[in-house]
């Protein structure tokens, strides 16, 4: 969310070289993203956005986001798409950190989203989900059901000082989620962090994705659980389920779901927020008190988890 | 340097119906400018910034850097034009703070300006002068040469403590200027703060001019004599003396200094430092040990201020 790699214009004049974009206009750090450095650049060419990366993100798994972001560029999905430089590399690096340069995708997050977005971002999670298809690409998500235990484990007691007692539920969920996570369900490349920050609209309408350095091979219904929880939540915690009809009903406009992912989904969407859960916990632990940087608070998604432990109903009974 | 102020979509919403620019296509908090919120903003009107001002800047005198970035819009000098809403006014509120929105300004800043951009500056200083000449507003310099002592009685031992016995230095340097100081020279608006992070360029060339939070009526050689301090001096210290004749030989270009003006300008130059050294001396103070936030070292403006002290010749002998 912040600028952590200072760039200088004689730098970024250097960077610049490789590609046959022209001489930099307006150049500026953004907030925005994940905790990677992003800058606003504008040549003659037009306009586009630096990433460099920094912690988090395994340069490793650069080429995978990279090259998906290549495809859904080229398979009619709005996204930023990563500039080649004269020599046909995309990745690239800048004060010894990896760097990427991708167009400028317009659009607006929407802080509180309503019915009409959440079935907007729907449609737009379907319309990737179909455009991904084909990608050639491999990416294990490292942050899957298979995961939780073992990231769980060293952060229990953490747990049970935030709530008394949270560890005990936390591990019988894990073990719950375990044995009934559904294994038989369609696959695909997902964003798997269809948030609404990395979502933008145009005039209210669906206008691409952003910050796809979490997509990952994994069920395809796992991403609109995802997107469940991060969507249709009201600040009091309690659970929209108008939105949530609305985000699913989006979906499948593009791309109906079949018998195991709909009776899967109140499932996935409790393993989604055990995911969240556990990173954020994870991050909270790992935050210094009286940091200026403040993590995701925890209970957020400790009481998503809740919600979801009581079930929720996402479908009328006679569908 | 930093977002500080949060705006939400919906806020921003709301404050664009004061407008008549249409509905916000991209808004990204942007890490440019003295300590106050800016967002970069693009509508179907154009390109935008949003400035929410938060602590430094004393509401007060918005109403004379808006008008003063109005009437140096209007008179041909390239800077951020206040845009007014439906009803006339420029100075807004968003979150019950002060804000204005303003028009969007291409260009670079420069990191390590050579003597083509120092040049290019000077020029573009007196570019300034001469377009803020009839501007009716009027704000007295508080960080001026009056306003030395008093500013440091309270750092002498925070002075002492960055180098033992520096308190004594800047005391009798506060005293000899507080003496020699020049009465009769031109005045006007000037910059004061005419730095390279405040100072752009398209090719190489002078684009304009930003942050005019320190404006007021002043000595107007006093303002090339800051810029001298900021845009000549070598990262060890040194005084660039052909950067420094550049930068008036620019200024000259557009408005030939007086006699008095010249003879004056080191004893300005060796002031301009005092007033950074203060200043910096003040944030560093105030910041606390641990924090995040870096201030400017005080000591760059410290070793500023022996060059001077030694003397430093900007012309001729023959001129």
């Given at each position: 969310?912040?600028?952590y ?32 450095s ?23 798994d ?13 398979h ?13 590399r ?15 995708l ?15 971002a ?11 298809n ?40 894990i073990a719950?989620l ?32 952003i ?6 091979w ?13 969507w ?35 499932l996935?969407?409790?393993g ?29 998604y400790e ?17």
């Open positions: 969310m912040a600028v790699t200072d760039i200088t214009d004689s730098e970024l004049e250097q960077f610049l070289l490789d590609f046959e974009l022209g001489r930099a206009l307006v150049f500026k750090g953004v907030a925005e993203g994940v905790e990677n992003n800058f606003m650049l504008e040549t003659p060419a037009g306009r586009f956005f630096l990433t460099v990366y920094e912690r988090r993100v395994d340069p490793a650069l080429p995978f986001f990279l090259g998906l972001l290549q495809w859904l560029g080229a009619d999905f709005p996204s930023a798409i990563p500039v080649a430089d004269r020599e046909g995309i990745l690239k690096s800048i004060r010894d950190k990896p760097a990427a340069l991708v167009t400028f317009p659009g607006l997050s929407v802080r509180r989203p309503g019915v009409a977005h959440c079935r907007q729907g449609e737009g999670l379907a319309r990737l989900h179909h455009a991904a084909g990608y050639p690409g491999r990416r294990r998500n490292n942050l899957g059901h298979q995961a939780w235990l073992s990231l769980f484990e060293p952060l229990a007691h953490e747990a049970d000082t935030l709530k008394p007692g949270l560890a005990r539920t936390i591990f019988a969920d719950m375990a044995r009934a996570w559904p294994v038989d369900l369609p696959e695909g490349v997902i964003h798997a962090d269809f948030f609404p920050d990395n979502v933008f609209f145009t005039d209210g309408a669906f206008a691409g994705a910050d796809f350095y979490f997509a990952a994994d069920a395809l219904a796992y991403d609109l659980a995802v997107a469940l929880n991060a249709c939540f009201e600040p009091d915690g309690s659970f929209n389920i108008t939105a949530a009809r609305a985000l699913i009903a989006g979906y499948e406009r593009r791309r109906p779901l079949n018998v195991a992912e709909k009776s899967a989904l109140p996935l969407a409790h989604a927020a055990m995911r969240f859960f556990l990173t954020r916990l994870n991050d909270w632990r790992a935050t210094p008190a009286g940091s200026l940087v403040k993590p995701h608070d925890p209970l957020e009481r998503k988890l809740a919600v979801h432990r009581a079930g929720i109903s996402l479908f009328d009974t006679a569908a």
